[in-house]
């Protein structure tokens, strides 16, 4: 959920703008500024919640301005929010309206005159709460950090709706999420220069040992079990399939020349910047057997099934080699001894 905040100073303008039908305009016609020929959204306001107030525009407009009366040298007492929901959440009007109510709630404005109304006229669905900051007792809402209260809040509904989190601003976050998501970064761009690292190895090395060896000059330490691991110079331990380079595959890599792999990898990145990746696929359905007649097709093949390798998701030999696991398993022992 993306929450935004307005102080603004109309409240004719605002409930105008949220509860009218939106029109549309093609080029011509805002260039010859005919309205009246435009495409009208029509029904896209609805409004789930009256809050110390009711009837149309007009009447609604009258009874914010009535209260605002109470603290005349307020020039802004117009707070307009808007709340955009994920594509993917599932919702109800009548859980839309419970979020407008926890909103209030939240901010402190549950006493005052808000509405809370439903727009369905984009992709994503969104509410927007016309709120006014003078009370019936004339105390007035405060708008001091008010970005950061509405961030939080959303954080707060999201967790409470089953919706769809989103990370507030970089300025809003606490000083604990700031240093986690300092960290989440660190170790994104140690695994992207690790994967890095892996491919030129590969690239160079002519057989696992010197692949080793090569890792090993790059202050990165290669352990290698049923499946493959690799611990870098900050002691991040990060599993080779993971990083999208799996034991089988390295083994398959390491088993081609030299001369091929380059081959391979220049492919792979003609693929990758050309982003012609349906035809690469059309190339990886297997050659009929009649056309495998001289060894320059079946070289063809071969090259065709290495691609295929280095394009495939790794999801095989997942296995963490024990030197990574913190605590050792403890043994199973099998149904014979616990027989005996």
Known sequence: MIGKIIIGKSFGGCIRYCLEDK?????????????????QHENRAEVLEYNMC?????????????????RPKLSSPVMHISL??????????????????????????????????????????HLHIVANRVGFDGKTISDSNSYRKVAAICRKLELKYELKQVLSPHKFLSHE?????????????RKEQLKQNILDCLLSATNFFDFTARMKERNVQVIKSRGIGFIDDKKMKVKGSELGFSLSTIEKILSYSLERRQQLHQKLEQTRTQSIAPQVRQQLKPLPSSMLKNRQQERVMDMVKALEILLRPERYYDQTPHELLQQKRKRKYSSQHLSR
């Open 54 to 70: 009711y009837g149309n525009k007009k009447e609604l407009t009258r009874q914010f301005n009535d209260v605002r009366a109470l």
């Open 177 to 189: 999420q700031r240093q986690q998501y300092k960290q989440e970064q660190r170790i994104d761009q």
């Open 23 to 39: 029109l549309e305009l093609t080029r011509e016609q805002k260039l010859a500024l005919s309205s009246q020929d435009g495409l």
């Open 84 to 125: 955009s929901l994920d594509s993917e959440d599932v919702f109800t009007k009548e859980r839309l309206r419970q979020m407008g109510q926890d909103f209030a709630q939240e901010f402190g404005f549950e006493k005052n005159q808000y509405l809370v109304i439903y727009h369905k006229d984009t992709q994503h669905s």
